[in-house]
């Protein structure tokens, strides 16, 4: 079993839709969790750390349930500039982050 | 700010050449990281290292794998014989423990093709 999985999508959003993804950690020691973001070709970018009350930055909200181990994210008002692979990271000790395989995005007009 | 910089950006090589790929941190984080990037096994933790020392190594895959990092400024990842199974997109990133939590930046990647 891999220690972070992610449902890879695509999900295919309407531009101005929601849309919700989760992904499950194995290791119950995790202490922090992120998601990140992956454009095209691109390098990975943060976008938002996952606090355990949930946090929203604009349209984005991330929630953790601690006792089922899974993180949400949560994308309201979909734009086609939301298009693209957001990764599941799990830190479980010191400075080393565990990178899901993420989850593929495609917002349509 | 300039970020991650890494190069060279494509390597296009042969079966058992030597590959050296290199990396610069943003100037004063203590954290170096060394990635690689498939579509089948995603993104992988190669090694890192905090102030220039290697922490972990546990992902290097075998020996045909080193890294180094002289000073704070550097550090290399070296193939040595590649194979065609190496090919990836490798990512260097670095980050510090004044930043926001663990974010580690990452630089643009090299895209290593071995024929």
């Known amino acids: 079993r891999k220690e972070v999985e992610q449902d890879p999508g695509p999900f295919n959003v309407p531009e101005g839709a929601t849309v919700a993804f989760n992904c499950t950690y194995s290791?119950?020691?995790?202490?922090?969790f992120f998601w990140y973001r992956q454009d095209c070709r691109k390098e990975p970018k943060l976008l938002m750390s996952v606090y355990s009350s949930g946090n929203e930055d604009g349209r984005f909200t991330a929630q953790l349930n601690r006792a089922s181990q899974y993180i949400s994210l949560l994308i309201r008002d979909s734009k086609l500039s939301d298009s693209a692979t957001y990764l599941c990271v799990v830190n479980s000790a010191g400075n080393k982050l565990t990178f899901g395989g993420g989850t593929r995005v495609l917002v349509k007009p | 700010d300039a970020g991650v910089i890494q190069s060279p950006r494509h390597e296009v090589t042969e079966m058992g050449q030597e590959v050296t790929l290199r990396c610069k941190p943003i100037?004063?984080?203590?954290?170096l990281f060394w990635y690689r990037q498939t579509m089948m096994r995603g993104l992988e933790l190669l090694i890192y290292?905090?102030?220039?020392?290697?922490?972990?190594d546990s992902g290097m895959p075998e020996d045909r794998f080193s890294a180094k990092m002289p000073n704070a400024s550097f550090s290399t990842l070296k193939i040595q014989p590649s194979e065609p199974r190496d090919s990836a997109v490798y990512f260097c990133?670095?980050?510090?423990?004044?930043?926001?939590?663990?974010?580690?930046?990452f630089g643009p990647g090299t895209r290593l093709t071995v024929l």
């Open positions: 990133a670095s980050s510090s423990r004044q930043g926001r939590g663990w974010e580690q930046f």
């Open positions: 290292f905090n102030n220039n020392v290697p922490i972990d």
């Open positions: 290791n119950s020691a995790s202490q922090s």
């Open positions: 100037s004063g984080h203590d954290y």
